[in-house]
């Protein structure tokens, strides 16, 4: 079985395109910022078309939860962020110095460039819980996603049950993701516990 196509950069040909006729330079279009930093992300790690119009549609679904969670400017700023501070090693990217603003998205339960099962678990090993999901991609669906998804909406006095009514609300989201069918991308029953303290 063959190897995906590497994806070729898209740096220069997304700014400009050069008129067959006169040679004058006509606006290829303006990449959205979503793009951009799929671009930036697939230049880096060398993936194939086919992820970087993954990366761009899960990209547009974020923004569309963000918009439903009046959360557009904890999104916008967190891509900005990603563009801005990608930084690529050994065909790895990093944005380290994205934290804050992650953070913030997270407070919503969206995630981006990277999956929200990757989210869950630094968001419980930050509390000391260890990895409660796989680190592969293809594991990250339905309700694994949906659980994922209340796990990152939570504090670690929630998740420890120090919290008593975040604690609650975390039983509860929890137990909505495995009691009633799911999607591929696990939507988040309600009552959604990013609402709730932080």
Not at 16 to 23: D, E, N, R, T
Not at 144 to 152: F, K, L, S, T, Y
Request: proline content about 7%.
């Amino acid at each position: 079985m063959l190897a995906p196509k590497r994806r070729p950069p898209r740096t220069h040909w997304v700014l400009l395109s050069l008129a067959a006729v006169g040679g004058a330079l006509v606006s290829a279009g303006c990449p959205s910022p979503e793009e951009r930093a799929c671009d930036r992300i697939c230049d880096c790690s060398g993936c194939s078309e086919a992820r970087y119009l993954e990366c761009v549609d899960k990209a547009e679904t974020a923004r569309a939860a963000a918009v439903k969670a009046s959360c557009t400017g904890s999104f916008d700023d967190y891509v900005t962020c990603v563009e801005e501070e990608l930084e690529c090693k050994d065909e790895k990217y990093l944005f380290d110095g994205c934290d804050s603003q992650r953070d913030s998205l997270r407070g919503c339960g969206i995630s981006i460039f990277r999956t929200v099962c990757e989210d869950a678990n630094d968001v419980f090993m930050a509390c000391g819980l260890g990895f409660p999901f796989s680190t592969n991609p293809d594991d990250c669906v339905g309700s694994i996603v949906c659980n994922a998804r209340c796990i990152i909406g939570m504090s670690c006095n929630g998740l420890n049950g120090i919290d008593f009514e975040e604690s609650q609300r975390f039983n509860e989201c929890t137990s909505a993701c495995f009691n009633k069918p799911q999607g591929p991308e696990g939507s988040l029953p309600s009552p959604d516990p990013a609402r709730g303290p932080r």
